[in-house]
């Protein structure tokens, strides 16, 4: 299994390596480990314009859709754990479900709709529907990290002078930063990697983010190691950062499981 | 420093009601205890007093001035939580330093107070430590300093030492005593610790299931209890309470329990005559209980059942025709199984309605 | 007055309503719409003249085309071939990694790795992988490669040319892609287990068989339930996989992109974003009352 598991992610780099004969051989033997590695495609690639403007465009919406999120997620979660009125659970189980709604069936109505808004083919309309996958998550988040800090501290502020919003301020919120700051890059790696609305929303215009971009090329046909190189840098934000908040990330996995 | 009353006080959550029409004065400078078993209401009341639940019906007065709408952080009232609720990202200092910097006081003196009551709590050189690195009595006592560098009108300590191990615990209890005699702060203090209660309070209420049993000195709510729950809320092992009748035979007042017939002497005559051939509950604390010939009274013959040693004094269950009774004594020769006499002191029984459970006397009063 | 309570509630928590609105307006608003929007399109024909609404002309248009009847069928075996599927897959990887052995962190870390790739760069190696006619796979079989020198074939494959090698390539991608998030399910499942109740079972003299079958797997079964629900729909929507590796063969997925891009015809791709929808949600109830149902049975045993 663990073969099965580093294989492709063998090949990925393998051909981000490669040179010229190792992958265009007339006949001759293919090497395991190409015969001269090169870091060539990665230098062709920094410096061309079209990539460095889709990973531009990638950063940005996913900063956007970062911001967007955390202004409307955390807060909504920061009332569904501290207020208790009738129908909170309901209303809960509803905001965080709307993760399971289908992005594919989803996808043709909100171009649909962002088309007369002019929201297609720019960076607010893709972090937009980004915010509609990640906002459930981080509120699934935020709410288990407001769970796990006591009401107590709060009430302790407020009987020392603060008022409900300085106490928010002086003493959850920086209690619950690192929590937050997970549920942060949770939403960074949503947008980064998300594909679907990206690429409807951006499929006619000269905008891409990095995922689309490997879809536009795709259809020029063109060389593996290229194909592999974009794909590498695609990929180590996500690795570095997925291990990073692997035990938050694993809490959003499993989520549901407990009904 | 402030004096607290609670006025018909009423809460609700929903259709339960949680507390029932509480009154209640706490004088300047008073240490009142609040006792009673776990979810009778008591940390309701604290945190009504604190503003941080809403009150259903009824007044709270602080130095008379109704606080019925003024939100927590204007009714300069402090108060330590169970949990000490110490912020886990400010260091002992900071977290001292928190409602001080809130009252926007100068930046030299809430250095010196800070150094001040660092001092007063014996946590000097503590000040740059987090709340995670200390100890579980430093933390107590780094909450108490946080609640009292504020001097505020009243201190609310919601059961502050049960996070305690039994010696630290001893160990706190006279230091709060200590610093009420130096601060002389009014303080309203909640415990279900009967002994803690009894000990460091002027005055104890007794609470069961939102109401207020019972108020008064510690001593007087010992010896004269209210009704049958405050008699056996407070002691410890706690009162025996038994089945008897008091009956009348010729001019003398006697209690049978079971086949016993105790005599009550002349003075209580005329408080339990009206009681006469009544079904009452007979109350008698376990250090009330000698054994021996020697004493007030006639004794009667028990059966040692259990010997528990304390060291000085002993628990002792003895059976009395098939009822159990506790009873204290600092004899160290008993053992099991033997026939022992007994003597009550019926000058400090309490005798209660069977069907109240109130106090017979008290009722009469 | 029936509306004093609710203003009195409102009053209470009016700080945690007005933080609670902003997010709670964009979900519930943005569903609505989309929800709103992806009917009405369904139901309306754009015939050459006029517009007809409310009308079926998509779906019976839809119906009649054997490209939506072939994409319908081939969804249907890609989610009852991947789910099931799916389940073994994360099982066996978390079984592997439930015990206590050395190493035992770096190769969970492993298994999570394909969760850190994103979908469309695994969708891209396969891709690499699977070419024609000079993929990674194709020059291996061809005996090409210097460390596995048998030729299996003469002339290369083209993988992406058959309906069934196409999508079963797709299919291995997400179930590669997949596989840590139904471990991670299974192993919580796994951990709340408590040792004591196969411990029990075991001095009970109970076989290591008869342990899996009658304690481990019932005690299981919440997060096997989830696995399958969470999984299904998934595959149901699964569009990055076919769509780069199937391009030839589509899903209901793909062929809504393919309506909507290629035929320009977004009424008939809402009509089938409707069908899929109607499937999805028809299955998800399926397979909770099957599950809930198994779970009575079980019981009564
Ligand atoms: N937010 C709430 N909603 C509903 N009921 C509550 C709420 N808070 C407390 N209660 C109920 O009110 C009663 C009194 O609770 P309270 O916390 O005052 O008890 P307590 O006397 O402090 O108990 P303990 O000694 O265990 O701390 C309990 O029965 C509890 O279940
Ligand atoms: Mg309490």
Redesign the pocket.
């Known amino acids: 299994m663990i073969f099965i598991v580093m294989a492709p992610i063998f090949i990925m780099f393998k051909y981000s390596l490669s040179d010229r004969a190792s992958v265009v051989t007339g006949g001759a033997v293919i090497p395991l480990w190409p015969y001269e590695p090169t870091l060539e495609q990665y230098r062709g690639l920094l410096s061309a314009d079209r990539f460095i403007g889709a990973a531009i465009t990638s950063l940005k919406t996913a900063l956007l859709a970062v911001i967007i999120s955390l202004i409307l997620g955390v807060p909504a979660a920061y009332a569904l754990v501290r207020y208790r009125f009738p129908g909170i659970l309901v209303l809960t189980t509803f905001l965080i479900s709307i993760r399971f709604f289908p992005d594919i069936v989803s996808v043709v109505p909100v171009v649909e709709v962002f088309t007369p808004a002019g929201l297609v083919g720019n960076v607010a309309g893709v972090a937009a529907a980004h915010c509609l996958l990640s906002v459930p998550y981080v509120i699934f988040i935020a709410m288990g990290v407001f769970e796990s800090i006591p009401g107590d501290l709060e009430e302790q502020a407020q009987v020392l002078g603060a008022g409900k919003i300085t106490a928010f301020f002086t003493v959850t919120l920086p209690v619950a930063l690192p929590g937050l700051a997970a549920a942060a890059i949770y939403v960074f790696l949503l947008s980064w990697d998300e594909f679907i609305f990206a690429y409807f929303l951006m499929a006619f215009s000269d905008l891409s983010t990095l995922p689309v971009l490997l879809r536009k090329i795709l259809s020029w046909t063109p060389q593996h190691n290229l194909l592999a190189a974009i794909s590498v840098l695609l990929s180590i934000p996500v690795v570095l950062f997925t291990f990073i908040v692997q035990k938050y990330m694993r809490a959003g996995a499993t989520a549901g499981a407990v009904k | 420093m402030a004096e607290v009353r609670f006025s018909h006080v009423i809460k609700k959550?929903g259709k339960?009601e949680?507390v029932k029409d509480f009154s209640l004065t706490i004088f300047n400078e008073e240490f009142v205890t609040l006792v009673?078993p776990?979810?009778?209401?008591?940390?309701?009341?604290l945190r009504m007093l604190a503003g941080l639940e809403e009150i259903t019906e009824g007044d709270i007065y602080i130095d008379g001035i109704k606080t019925n709408d003024i939100p927590p952080q204007k009714r300069d009232v402090a108060m330590v939580f169970q949990s000490y609720a110490l912020f886990p990202h400010m260091t002992v200092a900071e977290n001292i330093a928190f409602g001080l910097k809130l009252r926007r006081k100068p930046q030299r003196e809430i250095v010196s107070r800070i150094e001040e009551s660092l001092a007063l709590f014996s946590l000097r050189g503590l000040g740059e430590r987090r709340p995670r690195d200390l100890s579980g009595g430093q933390r107590q006592r780094v909450a108490l300093a946080r609640a009292l560098v504020l001097s505020p009108k009243v201190l609310l300590l919601d059961?502050p030492l049960s996070n305690l191990d039994a010696k630290l615990r001893l160990r706190m209890r006279s230091e709060l005593k200590r610093i009420h005699r130096e601060l002389r702060s009014t303080i309203f203090y909640?415990t279900?610790d009967q002994v803690e209660a009894m000990s460091l309070s002027d005055r104890v209420a007794v609470m069961n299931e939102g109401r207020l049993e019972q108020l008064g000195a510690p001593l007087e709510i010992y010896n004269s209890p209210k009704n049958t729950f405050v008699a056996s809320f407070l002691g410890s092992p706690p009162i025996n309470l038994l089945q008897a009748r008091i009956q009348k035979e010729g001019e003398t007042l006697y209690v049978n329990i079971g086949p016993c017939k105790l005599a009550l002497s002349r003075q209580f005559r005329e408080s339990y005559l009206h009681c006469a051939g009544r079904d009452i509950i007979f109350g008698i604390r376990p250090e009330h209980i000698s054994i021996g010939e020697s004493g007030k009274g006639k004794p009667i013959l028990a059966t040692v059942d259990v010997v528990e040693p304390l060291g000085d004094r002993s628990i002792i269950t003895v059976a009395l025709h098939k009822i159990e009774l506790a009873l204290i004594t600092d004899a160290q020769t008993i053992s099991p199984l033997r026939t022992i006499p007994i003597i009550f002191d019926m000058e400090k029984a309490q005798f209660f309605d069977r069907e109240s459970g109130e106090n017979i006397i008290c009722k009469n009063r | 007055m029936p509306f004093l309570p609710f203003i009195r509630t409102v009053r209470k928590n009016i700080y945690g309503i007005i933080i609670l609105l902003p997010a709670f307006l964009y979900l519930a608003g943005f569903s609505l719409i989309i929800l709103f929007t992806v009917t009405q399109m369904a139901f309306t024909y754009a015939g050459t003249e006029k517009i007809f609404f409310p009308a079926l002309q998509n779906f019976v248009k839809l119906a009649q085309s054997p490209e939506f009847r072939s994409a319908l069928l081939r969804t249907i075996l890609f989610t009852v071939a991947g789910t099931p599927l799916e389940l073994l897959i994360g099982m066996a990887a978390a079984f592997l990694v439930v015990k206590k052995f050395k190493g035992r962190g770096v190769i969970r870390s492993i298994f999570i790795l394909p969760l850190a790739i994103p979908a469309i760069v695994t969708a891209i190696i396969l891709y690499i992988l699977f070419d024609f006619p000079g993929g990674h796979i194709n020059e291996i079989i061809m005996g090409r490669h210097a460390f596995f020198p048998c030729q299996f074939v003469e002339y290369p494959v083209d993988w992406r040319g058959s309906a069934f090698s196409a999508l079963a390539v797709s299919l291995a991608g997400k179930l590669w892609r997949d596989m840590p998030i139904s471990m991670l399910i299974i192993l919580a499942g796994l951990q709340s287990i408590e040792k004591d109740q196969t411990e029990a079972a075991a001095t009970l003299g109970a076989s290591s068989f008869h342990i899996f079958f009658k304690i481990t797997i019932p005690l299981l079964s919440p997060a096997i339930a989830t696995v399958l629900v969470l999984r299904s729909i998934e595959l149901w929507k699964e569009f990055i996989f076919p769509y780069i590796l199937a391009g030839s063969y589509p899903l209901l997925s793909t062929l809504i992109e393919r309506a909507y891009h290629e035929w320009r015809s977004p009424n008939e791709a809402s009509a089938i974003a409707v069908v899929l929808l109607v499937l999805i949600i028809t299955c998800t109830m399926c397979i909770y009352y099957m599950l809930a149902y198994l779970k009575k049975r079980l019981v009564r045993i």
């Open positions: 959550y339960n949680v009673g776990s979810g009778c209401g008591k940390s309701t009341i059961e909640v279900h």
